[in-house]
């Protein structure tokens, strides 16, 4: 019922800057609870950004201060703002809402990603 896109990565030097969107469509999705992962290869998706319930942003100690999470309910797009990138940044970032009872789980079907590349 609900098809995630994402888009916005791309091949970026250290210390640039890229924003991230993710657009949903489908009656079941609520923006307001999209978060944001990452996958690098071989290794596991993470979780790396999510809102509370009071609003407020949480991220992974990763990103922290360099990641900034937004959306915007009425058009049902969120993006993931990204400053000072370094090189283990690099990897595929989805949108997706988190599982209450799995942070890494998502509720919804995987998007294809979008590609983000941190050259040193």
């Known amino acids: 019922q609900v098809q995630l896109v994402e888009s916005g990565g791309g091949l970026v030097q250290a210390g640039g800057s890229l924003r991230l969107s993710c657009a949903a469509s489908?009656?079941?999705?609520?923006?307001?609870?999209m978060g944001w992962f990452r996958q690098a290869p071989g290794k596991e998706r993470e979780l790396i950004a999510r809102?509370?319930?009071?609003?407020?942003?949480l991220y992974a100690d990763s990103v922290r201060r360099r990641f900034t999470l937004s959306r915007d309910s009425a058009k049902k797009v969120v993006s993931l703002q990204m400053s000072n990138l370094k090189p283990e940044d690099t990897a595929v970032y989805y949108c997706?809402?988190?599982?209450?009872?799995?942070?890494?789980?998502?509720?919804?079907?995987w998007g294809q990603g979008t590609q983000v590349t941190v050259s040193s």
């Open positions: 997706n809402i988190p599982s209450p009872t799995n942070w890494n789980h998502g509720l919804i079907s």
């Open positions: 809102s509370a319930r009071d609003g407020s942003a």
């Open positions: 489908g009656r079941t999705f609520r923006s307001a609870a």
